[in-house]
């Protein structure tokens, strides 16, 4: 038996940094590691006080705060799995979590008390609550905080095995309900291991940037447990606006940040309007296609270099970046991380993995110690998604003869226009360029003649452009069956919770 314990990040750093802080709030508040261990070694015996032991779950609602890491960490103390779940959700939604994962306890921090008590309610699931209390509430749940304060804080956390599930992270549900994807401890200690001692030059006197949402994958690996890993401080913002993190990066001297397209493009904007910028060693984009003039402007502004990475729930996240081990290439998502395969195979063939040549558009594969155990009590989705020990993305991608790797697409985003198959991803790269542009999502919407037409919904930066100019200028750039016939302008694109762009719901609303 190999135990291993995800708890072990935040353990170590306290063992070994004890007097660094770990973490910094919005409002300045300074963690450093021992105080947090402590703090959280104290929630888990609430935890236990409430029930909660190996193998149970425990599903957490609580944003970039302090809290989010002494209960995550606290959960895996105990051994129980943890379920974070998105501070997007309706209490339906949140309800469907719970019940699908069979919580034994949800755990939720004041601000979303109200959801998450009547998710809590119609499935029965015990409630127990931190934060500050809102006023003017006659009724709470149990306070963790107020359970844990009478009791022995734990001594260590217990003994589990590294292939035990640690976390379990729902899916988006592009189609159908969303899915549990089973993250063990080897999963997430080796991502969180891998992305700082084998991808950048880190060190623990980086400060690091936490405004990608904790309850999401990127937030959690690549921000709070890599960064605990390596013993660095993490700067938390519980809700993110250009403004804001230009702020607190300047206040902080953050030297990393990670984040979305969407972030990128919101701290562009506010550049403008900044007397100061932050000095950034080291940039890192994930969660949906970076477009190539973003990461221009960007290093023009800030003087940085966004290193483009690809992942997903199911692979830890990271599964390959731009890493200076290989170079950087901007529209590529790079090479495969340290202990991790990628490879492009043939989507046609759902049944075995059949390799295509580099240079091919194909489905991209994935194999290492960042491929997760499956779907929650969904075998059929878990031998459709694991084949002959490789994790079948839906992404379709090439590699080149470098060994690059780019996404050009979901397969479920691909237009089909009159029997030609047209990428949205290419056709965005190109609008972006429009100095009106400030973002675009390009969809398929149905046409009785060719079966789908291409549209492009945009948003401006100045409202100057119409949508005859906006085609016109396309179709000099783009091929005669890539071009968008439609323009819708928006005030915004819909996010889900990782801030990635809902396309479903831009079908929904223009076709």
Request: negative net charge; charged residues 20%; hydrophobic residues 45%.
């Amino acid at each position: 038996m190999t135990t291993l314990s995800l708890a072990t990040v935040l353990a170590e750093a306290a063992r070994r940094y004890p007097e660094k802080v770990a973490i910094v709030d919005e409002a300045g508040g300074r963690i450093p590691y021992r105080e947090l261990w402590a703090q959280t070694r104290s929630y888990a015996a609430g935890l236990t006080e409430l029930g909660i032991g190996r193998g149970d779950t425990v599903a957490v609602m609580i944003p970039n705060v302090g809290d989010f890491p002494r209960v995550y960490y606290a959960a895996l103390a105990v051994g129980a799995r943890i379920v974070p779940v998105s501070l997007l959700l309706n209490a339906e939604e949140v309800g469907y979590v719970l019940a699908d994962s069979g919580a034994k306890l949800l755990v939720t921090h004041s601000a979303f008390l109200q959801v998450g008590a009547a998710a809590a309610a119609a499935t029965g699931t015990p409630l127990a609550n931190v934060g500050p209390l809102p006023e003017g509430l006659p009724q709470y749940p149990p306070r963790l905080d107020q359970i844990s304060a009478g009791l022995e804080p734990v001594r260590t956390y217990v003994t589990v095995e590294a292939e035990d599930v640690a976390v379990i992270l729902y899916t988006s549900g592009t189609t159908g309900k969303p899915k549990g994807a089973l993250l063990t401890h080897l999963n997430l200690v080796m991502n969180a291991a891998v992305n700082v001692f084998d991808v950048h030059p880190l060190t623990g006197d980086d400060v690091v940037m936490g405004c990608l949402p904790l309850f999401h994958t990127f937030g959690q690996t690549v921000g709070m447990n890599a960064t605990f890993r390596l013993g660095g401080t993490l700067v938390l913002l519980p809700r993110f606006t250009g403004e804001a993190a230009i702020e607190l990066m300047i206040r902080e001297n953050v030297t990393i940040f990670h984040g979305v397209p969407t972030m990128y493009i919101g701290l562009l904007e506010a550049a403008a309007k900044a007397e100061r910028l932050p000095q950034l060693k080291l940039c890192v984009s994930g969660g949906a296609s970076l477009p190539v003039a973003v990461l221009e402007k960007f290093a023009v502004a800030f003087g940085s270099t966004i290193w483009e990475g690809y992942g997903l729930s199911e692979t830890s996240p990271t599964a390959t970046t731009n890493q200076p081990s290989f170079g950087a290439k901007p529209g590529t998502v790079g090479h495969p991380i340290w202990g991790v395969e990628v490879e492009i195979a043939r989507p046609e063939v759902p049944e075995r993995i059949e390799f295509l040549p580099d240079g091919e558009l194909g489905e991209i594969v994935i194999r290492g110690h960042n491929v997760f155990a499956g779907y929650l009590n969904r075998p059929e989705a878990t031998a459709e998604a694991l084949v002959d020990g490789w994790f079948r993305t839906g992404d379709l991608g090439v590699r080149d003869e470098q060994g690059f790797i780019s996404i050009v697409d979901r397969t479920k985003d691909l237009i089909i226009r009159g029997g030609f198959n047209v990428y949205p991803r290419e056709v965005e790269e190109v609008l972006a360029r429009h100095p009106s542009i400030q973002q675009v999502a390009v969809i398929g919407v149905a046409d009785e003649t060719l079966g789908e037409e291409i549209c492009a919904v945009v948003v401006l930066e100045d409202k100057g452009l119409s949508e005859d100019e906006l085609i016109e200028w396309s179709k000099e750039r783009l091929g005669k069956h890539k071009y968008p016939r439609q323009v819708r302008f928006a005030e915004s694109l819909p996010l889900g919770p990782s801030m990635k762009v809902l396309k479903r719901e831009l079908r929904k609303q223009y076709s």
